[in-house]
């Protein structure tokens, strides 16, 4: 069994910065990705990174002002939000997958979900 669990979300001004964290336990699954969702959106890729080696994968609007990265020894994976602005503000889900399965972009690709963490960006 793989569990994950977000946490760190909360209210954060334009332009500032907040540190997503998703802590798992259970055996490690080999590809951990964060999505968000806004409301009356459908859920969006926004980051994935190998648990070994390997580079991250990022969405196009999280290139330069978001970064995922992992710490092993606490079997954590987390986002770091810099400048994040209004658009950002979502509810924020931490996933994993056994493998990479071609394309982090796809939900079905992701066997493991958090019940997600609520980011609001205020201007």
């Known amino acids: 069994q793989v569990h994950v669990v977000e946490s760190g979300g909360g209210l954060v001004q334009a332009g500032g910065s907040l540190r997503l964290s998703c802590a798992t336990s259970?055996?490690?699954?080999?590809?951990y990705a964060w999505f968000r969702q806004a409301p009356g959106k459908e859920r969006e890729f926004v980051a994935a990174?190998?648990?070994?080696?390997?580079?991250?994968s990022y969405a196009d609007s999280a290139k330069g002002r978001f970064t995922i990265s992992r710490d092993n020894a606490k079997k954590t994976v987390f986002l770091q939000l810099e400048s994040p602005k209004p658009e950002d503000t979502a509810v924020y889900y931490c996933a994993a997958a056994p493998y990479y399965r071609g394309s982090d972009h796809y939900t079905g690709n992701y066997d493991v979900w958090g019940q997600g963490t609520q980011v609001t960006v205020s201007s």
């Open positions: 259970g055996r490690t699954f080999g590809r």
């Open positions: 990174i190998p648990w070994s080696g390997g580079v991250p």
